[in-house]
């Protein structure tokens, strides 16, 4: 399934080793003063409404994205591939985002899934020439299962990292990813959006609307990009 660029996006093809192609979107080359690899949470494509919001939003930040399919997302299947085939194709979207974009600085991350498996791909094997990793809504355990065990692999990571997490996220409780955080020390910063669940989505209460909510936390997350440019 293919993807269709909106204007000012361009499209792109990526080869992913042992797995054919898949599509990328990259946006906000012009006045970019940093980019980001973006990769999409499990349920997700690179077009889905929340990406695409995403990635606009930081090029109004001037971060430059490429945001990716994974190999079952591009299928059209909603079953996540194995670890090694996703680890192979976050590392396609960076070689991609750095042959592109010589010139900047670049991170790695992305929604809940498409985050995880870039820290993996890191820990595993750090990526060539990323400066650090972005995490929008990390899943540190599944929904009603509270545990650790998806962090283990953070120790491994010796890059800067930014958390950014709702304080309603079922896929995160706090106290725990404040501990994991805490282990992890100087090396990762949390930026916590009260009230807010996995998706970002604020309660009306709130007196807050999720655009609001989504320009502020995308603003976080340039700034810290910039300092670690």
Not at 24 to 40: F, N
Not at 132 to 141: E, I, K, R, S, Y
Not at 164 to 171: E, I, K, Y
């Amino acid at each position: 399934m293919g993807v269709a660029a909106q204007p000012g996006e361009e499209p792109l093809r990526l080869p992913v080793d042992g797995d054919g192609e898949v599509s990328g979107l990259l946006l906000g080359m012009r006045d970019a003063r940093a980019g980001l690899v973006l990769g999409h949470g499990a349920g997700t494509r690179l077009d889905h409404p929340s990406m695409r919001a995403t990635a606009q939003g930081l090029a109004g930040q001037r971060i430059a994205t490429l945001r990716y399919n994974f190999p079952y997302s591009e299928r059209g299947s909603r079953r996540p591939d194995a670890p090694a085939l996703c680890h192979a194709t976050v590392r396609a979207a960076v070689a991609a985002a750095r042959s592109r974009g010589p010139q900047l600085s670049w991170f790695a991350g992305g929604r809940s899934f498409g985050g995880r498996m870039t820290s993996q791909a890191q820990a595993e094997h750090g990526l060539e020439g990323i400066r650090g990793l972005v995490f929008f809504g990390f899943p540190l355990h599944p929904a009603g299962e509270p545990g650790i065990k998806r962090a283990e692999h953070l120790d491994r990571v010796d890059l800067p990292m930014l958390f950014v997490q709702g304080t309603q996220d079922a896929l995160a409780e706090r106290e725990r990813l404040e501990g994991v955080i805490g282990r992890l020390g100087a090396r990762a910063e949390v930026e916590w959006v009260m009230e807010a669940d996995h998706s970002f989505h604020v309660p009306v209460r709130s007196g807050r609307r999720d655009p609001e909510v989504l320009e502020a936390l995308l603003a976080c997350a340039a700034g810290w990009m910039l300092r670690h440019a």
